[in-house]
């Protein structure tokens, strides 16, 4: 679904420039301005739970439409994202940030001279209380703890913790997981 804004506060100052320069009005109707980012999307990182926005203000000609792509599929409103779209600028809101929403989040525009995208990368990160289940083991075997995740997927990377508790008190460590990329295979034409 694309948003489309078909009117800007600048269709009201065009019949003033107009009797100064007619030549430009028509140069601008014929040569349609392409989008452009004024304020393109920051990185962002964020904790489980939180509410953030991500925001870009924009110039160009009108009308334009915008669409948001996280990790390359087209993002639609529910009850967790938002999309608002102004004349110049396009924000999306999601609540309750889940650590699966890590990924790269990319603002698409298009008018009839051009499109345009900006991209930005949101880490969501957080303490959640693993357990154990189909594709997480947890096991402790003499003094030793251990935690297994199979298959393993993008999603999984970030920092674990492992807390032990005794009557005596508590102690931790901690760990960075990193999950490398799939190797997609070298295509050769023909
Ligand atoms: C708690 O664990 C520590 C470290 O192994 C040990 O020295 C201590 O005696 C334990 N306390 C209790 C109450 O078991």
Aim: hydrophobic share 35%.
């Amino acid at each position: 679904m694309r948003f489309a804004v078909i009117f800007s506060a600048h269709w009201l100052l065009i019949p003033l420039w107009c009797c100064a320069a007619h030549c430009g009005l028509i140069y601008s109707l014929l040569l349609p301005e392409p989008p452009s980012f004024v304020q393109s999307l920051e990185d962002t990182s964020c904790m489980v739970g939180s509410e953030i926005s991500m925001k870009c203000v924009l110039s160009g000609s009108y009308p334009m439409t915008f669409i948001w792509i996280k990790d390359g599929c087209e993002l639609r409103e529910d009850e967790h994202v938002r999309m608002s779209f102004e004349a110049q600028s396009t924000e999306l809101h999601l609540k309750n940030a889940q650590l699966s929403d890590t990924g790269t989040y990319v603002c698409e525009v298009q008018n009839t001279a051009g499109t345009q995208r900006c991209a930005a990368v949101l880490t969501v990160s957080g303490l959640s209380h693993l357990t154990s289940g189909e594709n997480t083991i947890i096991t402790f075997v003499g003094g030793t703890a251990s935690l297994e995740l199979r298959p393993v997927s993008e999603t999984d990377a970030g920092d674990y913790l492992c807390k032990a508790t005794n009557a005596s008190g508590s102690d931790f460590c901690k760990s960075k997981v990193t999950v490398k990329g799939k190797l997609t295979p070298l295509c050769h034409a023909g």
